[in-house]
């Protein structure tokens, strides 16, 4: 069974660029899940989505944004990209729902990105 | 805040030795912990996980402990082999919020367990 796909594997970009990130679920999961990982920590929230809708948002600035399709991929986008930007960025799905609280959240092996 | 972390940034042991793997979390209204191992290159991939309505879980030569009056958690790992070595994280989350940020992982900063043959 195919598990949590993210694409690009590997990105350079430069200060002041944008950049879409792209995530494709496991098959059945609704909700998706954005973390960014700085080499050396744990991954660190985000955004969720579920049902297309935003339900959850970490505390990142509002260069940060997300969006879920209909088939319940999801883009993450950066604009204005700085040096600290720099990190891994993974993707989550899990079969959590509003009825059935917690459930665990699957990962993709995440886009590097990296700035220059 | 929210905070989990790790008592033990590394840990070595010898192969077919015993691994326990520590973390503490400071929100005491967590309700839902996850142990996540990460190898080099990959993501977080899931281990075994344990509500708060509940002690001990056990997997396949895994078991997790739920200390909640301390708000301490474990991972033993039986028998550990090499290839164990990896990064394991514990993560927690909060209960549901009228459905807004649920889901969201905090997570700790990892111990490195590095199994020797």
């Known amino acids: 069974d195919a598990g949590v796909t993210q694409s690009p594997t590997h990105l350079i970009k430069t200060r002041g660029q944008q950049v879409t990130l792209r995530c494709s679920p496991i098959?059945?999961?609704?909700?998706v899940s954005w973390y960014q990982q700085v080499l050396g920590q744990g991954p660190q929230f985000i955004f969720q989505?579920?049902?297309?809708?935003?339900?959850g948002r970490g505390n990142f600035p509002d260069r940060f944004s997300a969006r879920q399709f209909p088939n319940y991929s999801s883009e993450l986008n950066v604009n204005a990209l700085l040096l600290g930007d720099s990190a891994l960025y993974l993707c989550?799905?899990?079969?959590?729902?509003?009825?059935?609280?917690?459930?665990?959240?699957?990962f993709g092996d995440g886009t590097r990105l990296s700035i220059l | 805040g929210e905070s989990v972390g790790l008592h033990l940034p590394t840990l070595s042991v010898q192969e077919g030795d015993n691994s326990i793997i520590n973390c503490a979390y400071s929100?005491?209204?967590?309700?839902?912990f996850i142990w996540y191992k990460q190898e080099s290159g990959k993501g977080p991939q899931f281990i075994i996980d344990?509500?708060?309505?509940?002690d001990k879980r056990q997997g396949q030569r895994v078991t997790v402990l739920l200390n909640k009056t301390v708000k301490h958690l474990s991972l033993q790992i039986a028998a550990t082999q090499p290839g164990d070595s990896a990064v394991y994280f514990c993560?927690?989350?909060?209960?549901?919020?009228?459905?807004?940020?649920?889901?969201?992982?905090?997570f700790g900063q990892g111990t490195i367990l590095t199994v020797h043959p």
């Open positions: 989550a799905s899990s079969l959590a729902s509003l009825g059935t609280g917690n459930q665990p959240q699957h």
């Open positions: 098959s059945g999961h609704k909700s």
């Open positions: 989505y579920y049902e297309k809708e935003e339900r």
């Open positions: 929100n005491s209204a967590s309700d839902y």
């Open positions: 344990i509500r708060s309505n509940m």
């Open positions: 993560a927690e989350s909060s209960p549901y919020a009228g459905g807004t940020s649920y889901g969201k992982l905090t």
